[in-house]
């Protein structure tokens, strides 16, 4: 069936450093990404999101780009941070009443 | 975090025992949404509801049942819990005009 996954289930980044985390998907239909940040038991928090006719979205510190083309995701943390340690998700909207589904998650840990 | 409670926010409970939890919102959000979270499959949906006595089944909605009486509360019911059903749940909301989902602190419920 339909999925949203990533291609690395860890990612270190040394304090200050640039960080990309990437997302492929599946549904040609989607029309509307998120991601999402989730820090040690807590529920996830959005980040940002990008509907299916942009391919860039920028926000504080991150920016979402959207490649349609191959179906791909990325998110971007500027100078990125301790606090900036958590797992990421990105996730994908194609169906009515908002539903969205999920990847798997990527762990971004920041070296001091 | 739109208001969102979730409780219990811990639970065991021994296989074959019935278990209800609880999402309550306080901004009168139109949408809920219940999802699982295990190792290795990120967020998963159970139910949703879109108003009240309106819900509808997830990806993985087997051996779950939902109601929803009242916009602020949306109840999760394991009929007879199983040992797979050990997970993390959160619940989400979502208003009408809006298509950031918020989600709960999350509740882990351990089945022995």
């Known amino acids: 069936g339909e999925s949203v996954g990533l291609h690395l289930p860890t990612l270190s980044v040394q304090e200050g450093d640039n960080s990309i985390i990437n997302c492929a998907y599946s549904n040609s239909a989607s029309d509307y990404f998120i991601w999402y940040k989730q820090e040690s038991g807590k529920g996830p928090q959005f980040i940002i999101d990008i509907r299916s006719n942009m391919d860039k979205r920028q926000g504080q510190r991150v920016t979402v780009l959207l490649n349609k083309t191959v179906k791909h995701l990325s998110l971007q943390i500027a100078a990125t941070q301790p606090g900036d340690s958590a797992v990421y998700f990105c996730?994908?909207?194609?169906?009515?009443?908002?539903?969205?589904?999920f990847g798997k998650g990527i762990t971004l840990s920041v070296r001091p | 975090d739109a208001g969102i409670t979730q409780s219990p926010r811990h639970k065991v409970t021994e296989t074959g025992t019935p278990v209800t939890l609880r999402c309550h919102q306080t901004?009168?959000?139109?949408?809920m949404y219940w999802y699982r979270q295990d190792p290795g499959h990120g967020l998963r949906l159970i139910h949703y509801s879109y108003g009240v006595k309106d819900t509808d089944k997830g990806e993985v909605s087997d051996g779950y049942s939902v109601s929803r009486s009242k916009t602020e509360d949306f109840l999760l019911t394991l009929e007879s819990a199983t040992s797979s059903q050990t997970s993390v749940y959160f619940c989400a909301t979502l208003m009408t005009s809006g298509t950031e989902q918020y989600f709960g602190p999350g509740t882990r419920l351990t089945v022995t």
């Open positions: 901004e009168n959000h139109r949408y």
């Open positions: 996730a994908e909207n194609a169906g009515a009443n908002s539903k969205l589904t």
